[in-house]
C-alpha cells in the first residue's frame, strides 16, 4: 500500500515546454508539500496545503502553480520549463495538529529539462 | 528564521562500529520537533527518529539514538552497530510545534555516511 505517491517518476523534458507533477496521498491527512531537492542535495519547502488551501509558498516564481483539486491530491504544474527547474520534486503529507506528527515523503519525481 | 546546520559534509565508519552525526539548529521558539531522515540511492526520504522538544528524554531508535541537547540547540545522531545498509545521506530537519498553519519542515544540507565493510 503506497501512502504517497507520485506520477511520473522520471522526466525529461526541452526548455520552454509546461510539465506538470501529480501527488496522491491516501493516509486521510490534511496537509500536503511541495518540496524540491537541487542538484547539491538540499532540501528545500516550496508550497503546503492545508484542506485545499495554500498555506505556504515559499517565493517561488510564478511558473510554478500547485493545484489541490481534494485533500488527498496535490498536483504541481511548471510552465515554460528553465534548465535551473531540473531536480528532485518531493510530496510529502502529514497531520500537523497531532502530537508527533511525522511528515510522509513520495518517491520523488527526477526532472531534468535540457 | 529557523537554521539548521549539518557540519559533517562526509563521514564514514566501519561495518560494526559506532558513528555520530552533528546537527545544531536555531530558533526563537520553545515549542518544535526534530528528525533525523536518511535517503538512500533510491533517494526515498525515510524518516529514522524524532525528537520533541518539551520531552527531556533522548529518544531511540533500535539501532539509532540521538543526544537533545536543548539549551545548546545541539540534536546529534548516533547509529549503533552500523550495517552496510545504513549508507545513505542523512538529514537532520526542524519542524515548529504548534500555532499558526506554517508546518514546513527546515533542513540541514545533508551529511553523506559511507559505511565501510
Known amino acids: 500500500d503506497t501512502a504517497v505517491s507520485q506520477t511520473p517518476k522520471y522526466l525529461v523534458t526541452q526548455m520552454g515546454n509546461d510539465k506538470s507533477i501529480k501527488c496522491e496521498q491516501n493516509?486521510?491527512?490534511?496537509?500536503m508539500y511541495w518540496y524540491k531537492q537541487d542538484s547539491k542535495k538540499f532540501l528545500k519547502i516550496m508550497f503546503s496545503?492545508?484542506?485545499?488551501?495554500?498555506?505556504i509558498n515559499e517565493t517561488v516564481p510564478n511558473r510554478f502553480s500547485p493545484k489541490s483539486p481534494d485533500k488527498a491530491h496535490l498536483n504541481l504544474h511548471i510552465n515554460s520549463l528553465e534548465l535551473g527547474d531540473s531536480a528532485v520534486y518531493f510530496c510529502?503529507?502529514?497531520?500537523?495538529?497531532?502530537?508527533?506528527?511525522?511528515?510522509?515523503f513520495g518517491p520523488g519525481t527526477r526532472l531534468l529539462v535540457l | 528564521a529557523q537554521t539548521v546546520t549539518q557540519s559533517q559534509p562526509e563521514m564514514s565508519v566501519q561495518e560494526a562500529e559506532t558513528v555520530t552525526l552533528s546537527c545544531t539548529y536555531d530558533?526563537?521558539?520553545?515549542?518544535?520537533?526534530l528528525f533525523w531522515y536518511k535517503q538512500p540511492p533510491s533517494r526515498q526520504m525515510i524518516l529514522v527518529i524524532r525528537?520533541?522538544?518539551?520531552?527531556?528524554q533522548n529518544a531511540t531508535e533500535n539501532r539509532f539514538s540521538v543526544n537533545f541537547q536543548k539549551a545548546a540547540k545541539s540534536f546529534s545522531l548516533k547509529i549503533s552497530d552500523s550495517q552496510l545498509g545504513d549508507a545513505a545521506m542523512y538529514f537532520c530537519?526542524?519542524?515548529?510545534?504548534?500555532?499558526?498553519?506554517?508546518?514546513?519542515?527546515?533542513f540541514g544540507k545533508g551529511t553523506l555516511l559511507t559505511v565501510n565493510p
Open positions: 530558533t526563537s521558539e520553545s515549542d518544535y520537533y
Open positions: 493516509l486521510g491527512h490534511d496537509t
Open positions: 496545503y492545508n484542506n485545499k488551501e495554500l498555506i
Open positions: 510529502a503529507s502529514s497531520q500537523p495538529l497531532r502530537r508527533g506528527e511525522t511528515q510522509y
Open positions: 525528537q520533541e522538544a518539551y520531552k527531556q
Open positions: 530537519a526542524y519542524r515548529r510545534g504548534s500555532g499558526g498553519s506554517n508546518y514546513k519542515l527546515t
